[in-house]
């Protein structure tokens, strides 16, 4: 079973590498550092090859990349701020989705009210 983001993998799929561990590390830490922009776009793009949708990581090249460990309660404390700031950007995203829903029905109230009044008829809404 292979599930993205996972701590336990078995059987990961053949185009996938599997790095394990030398050291003991706090993954929800490296988990969020690893998805980060400054990852991403600054250390990661050193070990990309390829074009289009068919990039690879260099494994050489991803290994050769310096990466800084903080002590192990840092990382912790890190990752349980980063966390539960995820977790307020998600609440807020559900809350646009919502305010969002509520203006178009709000909208589409109004559309239909205008409608009446320009057709002259109709109750109001």
Known sequence: MYRKHSILFTSPPPAYTVLRLKIELNSNFYRLFFKSYIFIE??????VIGIRDGKQISIPDFLSI?????????QKEIADALSIC????????????????????????DSC???????????SI
Do not use: C, F, S
């Not at 310096?66 to 840092?74: N, Y």
């Open 42 to 47: 600054k250390y990661l793009n050193l070990a």
């Open 113 to 123: 009210r205008r409608m009446a009044d320009k057709t002259g008829g109709g109750e």
């Open 66 to 74: 310096k990466i800084l460990v903080p002590p192990l309660k840092k």
């Open 86 to 109: 995820q977790q307020e950007i998600d609440l807020l995203k559900q809350l646009a989705e919502k305010y969002k829903t509520q203006k178009r029905g709000a909208d589409a109230k």
